[in-house]
T-cell receptor
Framework: LAKTTQPISMDSYEGQEVNITCSHNNIATNDYITWYQQFPSQGPRFIIQGYKTKVTNEVASLFIPADRKSSTLSLPRVSLSDTAVYYCLVGGAGRGSTLGRLYFGRGTQLTVWP | DAGVIQSPRHEVTEMGQEVTLRCKPISGHDYLFWYRQTMMRGLELLIYFNNNVPIDDSGMPEDRFSAKMPNASFSTLKIQPSEPRDSAVYFC??????????FGPGTRLTVL
């Protein structure tokens, strides 16, 4: 079971860059790293996914060091609407790399203040 | 596409009653997941299916919980009998073989 560890909560102010780090020491060779975002009263939604180095999309960047035992989600210039819970996952049923359970846990509650 | 559809959105029942939650995955997706979310335990995977076949049900808390997927477009999660500690938000998600899961809006279950 590729369990992850991430901070329970983080605070930031509007316009700042936020970095949320996730530890996944027992990540398997074929595992991908995926981040989800959840707003209150909604289901989680996909933000970004990567395997190594750096991935960037219109929402965030994902930094993965060479050993892949951790990853950092970077949100540039956050706004109040980025207040949400952020989950880090490793594995992926679809790729057959970890056909066991996918661990969401409690995620990181990010609160953005004005 | 309408996304993952769950019903009902809210369910209030009394202890001992049977509860059935329903999910319609996104068309073409071959994986379906059932999750439970509580403040204490966060988001937990209960069971997932691949091509309508249950692959891993080790997250199902006990025999009171059962899940079925009779066809590619429908799944149910049943709790019988229900208990107050089953109160939670239950999410259904589906995916194609690309790891990105698409979640439904959830069913908020309250067992009195």
């Amino acid at each position: 079971l590729a369990k992850t560890t991430q901070p329970i909560s983080m605070d930031s102010y509007e316009g700042q860059e936020v970095n949320i780090t996730c530890s996944h020491n027992n990540i398997a060779t074929n595992d991908y790293i995926t981040w989800y975002q959840q707003f209150p009263s909604q289901g989680p939604r996909f933000i970004i996914q990567g395997y190594k180095t750096k991935v960037t999309n219109e929402v965030a960047s994902l930094f993965i060091p060479a050993d892949r035992k951790s990853s950092t989600l970077s949100l540039p210039r956050v706004s109040l609407s980025d207040t949400a819970v952020y989950y880090c996952l490793v594995g992926g049923a679809g790729r057959g790399s970890t056909l066991g359970r996918l661990y969401f846990g409690r995620g990181t509650q990010l609160t953005v203040w004005p | 596409d309408a996304g993952v559809i769950q019903s009902p959105r809210h369910e209030v029942t009394e202890m001992g009653q049977e509860v059935t939650l329903r999910c319609k995955p996104i068309s073409g997706h071959d994986y379906l997941f059932w999750y439970r979310q509580t403040m204490m335990r966060g988001l937990e995977l209960l069971i997932y299916f691949n091509n309508n076949v249950p692959i891993d049900d080790s997250g199902m808390p006990e025999d009171r919980f059962s899940a079925k997927m009779p066809n590619a477009s429908f799944s149910t999660l049943k709790i019988q009998p229900s208990e107050p500690r089953d109160s939670a938000v239950y999410f259904c998600a589906s995916s194609k073989s690309t790891d990105t899961q698409y979640f439904g809006p959830g069913t908020r279950l309250t067992v009195l």
